[in-house]
């Protein structure tokens, strides 16, 4: 007998869950289904160990940086007991997980979800049915197509390394393939990213992309740029890299060039719902070409970063949708960052479209490196450009690059959404010294 929800939720990570249980709590009768580690990517396999793993190399660069300005010595990462430090955390959140959405009385099933051609859908063996389902299946590393592709290690395969390989290479120059460059080198590794075009990380400010290279570089990270990489072949001496003009042999190879939807192995086509490399193609209630199929999170064809927070904004927005309908969905200011060393973030109007609108816009750009919140730390660079709307006042738009870069872009995602001006900001007695004090010189 086929078992009746009101929904099914496919994807146990942060989205799904978020959705499982706002549903339950509005007194729906929910199936969740995994088919991998339940809580998803982020704690398992992302944002989470790759922030555990940095903090070891934060606490590096602290102490290189007052070298001799107060300390002596600069701390080597161990990286097998900074491994077991992260799968103290890691380790836990499959079995943490079940067990939590059990103990709302959330049912489970584990195991690959395929639509049927009559809508109903299969969990292995199992056929269940629903009103509505919720898809939010996220995305995996993508691998990219060259010969000997069966030579790549991803992402996932980095965060869990018993060892640091001496010799390591990131082929494609986005957040994953900085990021994970920083603590690779932190880490004692000889490490290369190699990126197809000379304009990295192109979503952010070309000016703070190339200051944080040049910082990367200086740190011992070697950026080879306009290399497309042809093939990978085993050698007695190691991996050997090869592309016109370019030859590079590793120990380890790491395709950082993005990540695609979870979307093809779902059986959308027997439910005419579509899909492409960006993810499921939904509307702005976040509905697929099937009214009862949704889509959230990392899986969706969705004008905003893919990010865990975003997920989670969606997934509260879908429970409304599905109990009491409302508006179309949208979005606040939304922040990213790469945390690398230093790290670069942004939110809201780039300094580029500012700038075909100097009328409208004023782009404050500063050097922070010598204010008191970045020297007495010896930051070595602390850069900033902040959008001002001349009529209002108001900032609209900054990137940032500085060791706290991902701390104070929230402090402004907060005065662009709040739309404060710098009368407003200064009515506030914010603790001092700090870098929020610091708010008020950006306008």
């Known amino acids: 007998m086929t078992e009746q929800y009101d929904v099914v939720v496919i994807g ?29 990517t982020c704690p398992n396999r992302g944002c989470d160990p790759k922030k555990i793993l940095l903090s070891a190399v934060e606490a590096q660069q602290a102490a290189e940086h007052l070298q001799h300005q107060g300390l002596t010595g600069t701390p080597t990462i161990d990286w097998p007991a900074l491994m077991a430090h992260k799968r103290g955390y890691t380790d836990g959140i499959n079995d943490g997980t079940l067990k939590g959405l059990q103990h709302q009385g959330i049912a489970t099933l584990h195991g690959q979800a395929h639509f049927q051609n009559d809508g109903r859908l299969a ?20 691998i990219l197509p060259i010969t000997g592709q069966e030579y790549f290690k991803t992402s996932t395969d980095f965060l869990d390394l018993d060892e640091m390989p001496k010799r390591v290479a990131f082929v494609g120059g986005g957040y994953v393939g900085f ?40 740190d011992g990270v070697t950026f080879d740029l306009n290399t497309d990489l042809q093939a990978i072949e085993q050698t007695d ?19 950082s060039a993005g990540r695609i939807p979870n979307a093809d192995q779902l059986g959308l086509e027997n439910v005419g719902v579509t899909f492409n490399r960006h993810g499921i193609q939904v509307n702005d209630r976040l509905q697929t070409a099937n009214p009862h199929i949704y889509a959230i999170g990392d899986v969706s064809d969705t004008p905003v970063p893919k990010l865990t927070p975003v997920a989670g904004y969606e997934a509260r927005y879908l429970v409304q949708q599905l109990t009491h309908p409302e508006a179309a969905i949208t979005y606040p200011v939304i922040p990213t960052q790469v945390f690398a060393a230093p790290k670069l973030a942004q939110v809201g109007l780039s300094a580029t479209d500012a700038a075909d609108q100097p009328d409208k816009y004023r782009v404050n750009t500063l050097d922070m490196t010598k204010w008191f919140s970045y020297y007495r730390f010896g930051a070595q660079q602390a850069q900033a450009k902040v959008i001002i709307d001349r009529a209002s006042g108001q900032v609209v738009g900054a990137t940032l690059l500085s060791d706290v870069a991902d701390e104070m872009i929230n402090y402004l995602t907060l005065l662009i959404e709040k739309h404060v001006t710098l009368a407003q900001l200064q009515q506030l007695v914010l603790a001092y010294p700090t870098p929020a004090s610091d708010l008020q010189y950006l306008y």
Do not use: C
């Open 12 to 40: 146990g990570g942060p989205a799904g869950n978020a959705m499982a249980s706002g549903l339950q709590a509005q007194g729906k009768s929910v199936l969740i289904v995994e088919a991998d580690l339940w809580g998803g």
């Open 123 to 142: 969990v292995g063996d199992q056929v269940v049915s629903a009103t509505d389902y919720v898809i939010a299946t996220g995305q995996r590393p993508a």
């Open 179 to 218: 990021e994970l460059a920083a603590i690779a080198n932190a880490a004692g590794a000889d490490v290369h990213v190699i990126h197809h075009n000379d304009r990295p990380l192109k979503a952010f400010d070309a000016d703070l992309v190339q200051d944080l290279m040049a910082a990367m570089t200086a």
């Open 237 to 255: 001496a190691g991996l050997r890299l090869t592309a016109p003009d370019f030859e590079l042999t590793t120990d380890l190879v790491i395709s």
